[in-house]
């Protein structure tokens, strides 16, 4: 039997919400880097992961890419994802 296709809401503190699906997979988490880079413009990488643990694993990734990158600064910031209806 298929496993159930559900979608996944993040909501981040600045109003930003991100909507991941239909997905079977068990993702519990959402991470979002927002880097301001060394002329100024603003780059977003982003992704989910199965746990909480692998959601903040990433934080000490990111310190490293931040200096090896040149980025002036940087935001990480990890939300619980909610199951909702279909859009």
Sequence with gaps: ???KKRYLT?????GYVKTIGPTATAFTHYWRIVAVLAD???EVF???TKSLREAT???AATA???RQRGWKS???EVVELTETPAP
């Design 74 to 76: 940087h935001v990480f």
């Design 40 to 42: 100024g413009r603003t």
């Design 1 to 3: 039997m298929a496993k």
């Design 64 to 66: 490293e890419a931040a």
């Design 46 to 48: 982003w992704g989910h």
């Design 10 to 14: 993040a909501t981040l503190p600045d």
């Design 57 to 59: 694993g990433k934080k």
